[in-house]
Nanobody, 115 residues
Framework: QVQVRESGGGLVQAGGSLRLSCAASGITFSRYLMGWYRQAPGKQRELVATIDSAGSTNYGGSVRGRFTISRDNGENTVYLQMNSLKPEDTAVYYC?????????WGQGTQVTVSS
């Protein structure tokens, strides 16, 4: 069974840092496009960052320069290092694994940034 599971969310003050982790199982992890998305209350889900099988990255405009996505294929895990956090980064963060017809989402982890 294909699964991804997020961890590492929490409450942090503005200007602080958090690192999210997403562990995948049931897939050949190294072949998958892995991504982080987020959804704030009353808003649509938006792209945070993706990393492909070659390690190429893509970031949403609002996080570029503050967040870094990385992957460890040996551990089947993708990370999101979030620095200089702002209150507007408050959202549920979701992990996604995508390859061809397989598109798997985690249940999300809450990140709350206080001002």
């Amino acid at each position: 069974q294909v699964q991804v599971r997020e961890s590492g969310g929490g409450l942090v003050q503005a200007g602080g840092s958090l690192r999210l982790s997403c562990a995948a199982s049931g897939i050949t992890f190294s072949r998958y496009l892995m991504g982080w998305y987020r959804q704030a209350p009353g808003k649509q889900r938006e792209l945070v960052a993706t990393i492909d099988s070659a390690g190429s990255t893509n970031y949403g405009g609002s996080v570029r320069g503050r967040f870094t996505i990385s992957r460890d294929n040996g551990e089947n895990t993708v990370y999101l290092q979030m620095n200089s956090l702002k209150p507007e980064d408050t959202a549920v963060y979701y992990c996604n694994a995508n390859r061809y017809s397989v598109d798997v989402w985690g249940q999300g982890t809450q990140v709350t940034v206080s001002s």
